[in-house]
C-alpha cells in the first residue's frame, strides 16, 4: 500500500465521519432510546370512546363528510388532533377510539340540534365541550339574539339529557375565551360582558361533576410569553401554537381526572 493509497482511504473515512455527524447520525437520536414512561390517563380504559364536541375553534376545518374514528381527516388539524395523536401513540394496547363532531359557528342550541346523531349515538366514554364564543359574538356579528341566560339554560339542559342517556360518560367542559388584542375582539366586544358566559361554564362544570379547563388563564399565562398574533389568529381561533397549548391544557385535564 502506497501513501497516496492511505490517503485517499483516510480521507474517505473522514469525509464519512463528517457526513454522518452532518446528519446526527452521531446524535443520541440513532442510540438506543431511553423510554420516558408516558402519563397513566386511569380514565381511559380500554376500547373507551373519546368524543370532541364544539364550535370553529373544536372543528378547525376537519372533514365534515369522514366520520371515520382515528382519521387525521376527520379529527382536523387542531388541538384535537394533537391531543388524540398523543394518547393514540402512547396507549396502542388500549384500543382507543376518537371523533371529533365540532361545527364552526354552533351555539349551545345548535349543538342540542344535533346531539343526537353527533353525540348520543357515538357513546362517548370521555365527552369534551368547547361552547360559548359564538354565543356572545353572533350578538354582535350574526344578529342572534341569544343572551346569557339563554346559553347558560340550554347549556345545562344539554348536559342533562345527556346525564339522563349517558350517566356514566366523563364530562370535560372548557371556558370559552378571547384575547384582547386580537383583530377578531375589536371596539364592540364587552370583555367584562363576555366573562358572565366564561363564569356560567365554570358553574355548569361544577354542578354536572365535570372536569373545567380555564383556558382564558391558560391563555393570559402564554400571552406574557409571546404576542396574541403568536398564540391566536384573530383573539378567537387558535395558530399552531395556540393549537399545541390547548392540547396540552386539555391532556393535563384529562391526567388529573
Known sequence: ????????????????????????????????????????????????????????????????????????????????????????????????IFYNRGVSGNVVHQLAERWDKDTIALKPDVLSILVGVNDYWHILTNGYKGTLTIYEHDYRKLLQRTKKTLPNTNLIIGEPYALKGGKAINSKW?????????????????????????????????????????????????????CKLMSHAWLTTLEMM
Not at 446524535?27 to 438506543?32: G, R
Open 1 to 96: 500500500m502506497n501513501s497516496k493509497d492511505f490517503t485517499r482511504k483516510d480521507f474517505l473515512k473522514k469525509i464519512t465521519a463528517m457526513t454522518i455527524a452532518s446528519f446526527g447520525l452521531s446524535s443520541p437520536l440513532f442510540a438506543k432510546p431511553k423510554i420516558r414512561k408516558p402519563r397513566n390517563y386511569k380514565v381511559l380504559k380500554n376500547k373507551n370512546v373519546v368524543l370532541f364536541q364544539g364550535d370553529s375553534i373544536t372543528d378547525y376545518g376537519r372533514d365534515k363528510k369522514n366520520h371515520k374514528p382515528n382519521n387525521a381527516w376527520a379529527l382536523g388539524p387542531g388541538y384535537t388532533f394533537i391531543a388524540s395523536t398523543n394518547l393514540l401513540y402512547n396507549f396502542p394496547e388500549r384500543d382507543l
Open 190 to 242: 364587552n370583555l367584562d360582558t363576555f366573562h358572565g358566559y366564561q363564569q356560567a361554564a365554570r358553574r355548569i362544570a361544577h354542578d354536572f361533576g365535570a372536569a373545567f379547563i380555564p383556558y382564558q388563564a391558560i391563555y393570559d399565562e402564554a400571552l406574557k410569553k409571546a404576542s396574541v398574533d403568536y398564540w391566536s389568529l384573530d383573539g378567537v381561533h387558535p395558530s399552531a401554537a395556540g
